[in-house]
């Protein structure tokens, strides 16, 4: 809008007078429904990107704690390596075998 100052007749000096452009007031007038579907839009990918972002968090949680998982094995298994064939042998006693027609089990209590 154009703010004017008009100094016609009295006690009118300091009157204003606003002038629109009329092409601006029609597209306002007429974009309610443009500026609502722009609004759904952007929110709609405000959440789709919110929601990659979680699922890129928790994809990565699991990794974290996958990974950590795996050293402490391999960490337990090195110690168990490393300490000779007396735990091994103890292994060996605690072992069971299983047998079926086309299967054999072996089961073996290790502490990790």
Known sequence: AVVST???????ETKLVLKF????????LTGFRKRKTERKEKAKKDNERL????RAKVKQKSRD???KKLEKIMENFEK?????????????????????????????????
Do not use: P, Y
């Open 80 to 112: 168990l390596k490393n300490s000779g064939e007396d735990d091994l042998s103890k292994f060996e006693s605690e072992k069971q075998v299983f047998e079926d027609e086309n299967t054999t089990v072996t089961v073996a209590a290790i502490d990790i």
């Open 21 to 28: 452009d009329d092409s601006k007031r029609a597209e306002f």
């Open 6 to 12: 008009q100094s016609t007749g009295k006690n009118r």
């Open 51 to 54: 929601l990659k972002e979680a």
């Open 65 to 67: 704690e996958k990974r």
